[in-house]
């Protein structure tokens, strides 16, 4: 006679909460969901053609050819990813920086390189505090404090949520901080405002960071859609040149359109080579507690592509198209906004950069939005400005020049 397993009186997971939505992702559930033929989602950081559709550019399609062609294995990368897609890194990253001063990890996108970032702050930094902008892309807080990271705020954005406040967020660098704390920069196309320094003010944002102490970490998940791949630069180089030390966290999901591969990277500028082994080792071994190694399928598709002069060519003038018509998609919704009537002038959009941009929008404008005309946006009214679409901009501007008018 067998014996009968005997019926647990609880299940083990009945202890366990539900978690909150995702503020964004839980708004592309929903607008999946939503039958209405004008819909639009605004919420969602990814570029989207004139037919609402996330394309696969063209260079990306002949490398991903090549490679199918000429793929020979699907072993595993080294911990910290291929030599060729770690030296791309180094070129259009780290321009002029002596690579013997560099640890280079390919990471599972900019996400995934944060994530290793703030693992290195944790485990080898004495839990270093962490300050962010205020306001700044909301993942940063859940990754910092997913390793138990102090956070603060520094001042970045007005109370009008348009006008950077740069003495105010000068003032707290020089006054709050303290020597060894972590200060998050955005390089440029600030998520989710729009607001980028100036060059003037980047030089004196480096001088501040170096003279404080501060140890910089540069969120540069957005290069090449400002204003072109060196001049998004600008404010990373002039960090990097005032300070021994530096975490930098790129993306190539966005220049690249590779959203769904993952492909991103970090990075650790050391003193000297001497602090670099030592920094190398302790990021591999995070790595490997992680996710062990990176995926080869993306940084492959984007080695390939710089690997070969015609294919970079190609991806430069690619990412120019995406760039300048997310400019167009700004000033055609600005002029629609005045055509619609709202009294409300938008040309404040016109200064910002990237795809985000802050709308003014209240919360219960943009409920109102969604509720009645399946226009998806964040509640902080922050609008993905790659997200609309030219066909549907007389629709979008029209009702919120209705939400703004009730």
Known sequence: MSATASTPSQSHFSVVSAAPPDAILGLTEAFNADSNPQKMNLSVGVYKDADGTTPILRCVKEAERRLVEAEVTKGYLPIDGGGDYREHIAELVFSGIDRDRLTIAHSPGGTGGLRNAAAFLANCLNGTRVWLPGPTWANH????????????????????????????????????????????????????????????????????????????????????????IEEDAVGLRAVLAACDEAIVCNSFSKNFGLYSERVGGVSIM???????????????????????????HGGAVVATILDDSDLRSQWMSELTEMRDRIKSLRRQFVDTMKDAGSGHDFEFLLDQKGMFSFSGLTPMQVDELRTKYSIYIVGSGRINVAGMTENKMDYLCDCIAKVMEA
Not at 182 to 196: I, Q, S
Request: hydrophobic share 35%.
């Open 141 to 228: 807080n859940a990754i910092f404090g997913a390793e138990n990271l102090p956070i603060e705020t520094y001042a970045y954005l007005g109370t009008d949520k348009r006008s950077f406040v740069f003495e105010d967020m000068i003032n707290d660098l020089k006054t709050k901080t303290n020597v060894g704390d972590t200060v998050v920069l955005h390089a440029c196309c600030h998520n989710p405002t729009g607001v980028d320094p100036t060059p003037e003010q980047w030089a004196l944002i480096a001088e501040t960071v170096a003279l404080k102490g501060l140890l910089p970490l540069i969120d540069f998940a957005y290069q090449g859609f400002g204003d072109g």
């Open 270 to 296: 050391s003193a000297g080579s001497a602090t670099r082994d030592v920094v190398q080792s302790q990021l591999k071994r995070l790595v490997r507690s992680n996710y062990s190694n990176p995926p080869r």
